[in-house]
C-alpha cells in the first residue's frame, strides 16, 4: 500500500506459512498491477489484474497458493509468463511470518 512506482523489473512477493485461499486488493496503491497466486511448489495458478485503488479484493479460485508475486500491470504477459509456469528462487514458506 501507499506506494506510487515500482521499477521495470521490481516486484513484491508476499509468502504464506501454509496453503490457503487469499484475497489482495489496492486500497492507498496508486499503481494498476498484476498478481501471480503461486503454488508451494513454484507453480503459477493463476495471473490476475489490479486496479489502482479498488478496495474490491481479488479472491484466489484456488486455495493451495503459498506465494502471491505483485509486479507493474501487463509484466507478465509482456514476459510471456502463463498460469502453469513455473518460479524458482522462492524462499521457503517456513520463513513467513
Known sequence: MKRN?????????????HSQQVSFWMKD??????IAYISGSGRI???HD?????????????????????????WFAEHGILA?????????SSSAQ
Open 5 to 17: 512506482k515500482l521499477g521495470n523489473n521490481e516486484g513484491m512477493l508476499f509468502v504464506f506459512p
Open 45 to 47: 495458478l493463476e495471473i
Open 29 to 34: 496503491t496508486q499503481l494498476p498491477l498484476s
Open 50 to 74: 489490479l486496479e489502482p485503488l479498488n478496495e474490491h479484493g481479488v479472491l484466489s479460485c484456488s486455495s493451495t497458493v503459498v506465494y502471491a508475486l505483485e509486479v507493474a500491470k501487463n
Open 84 to 92: 502453469g509456469d513455473s518460479v524458482n528462487g522462492l524462499p521457503s
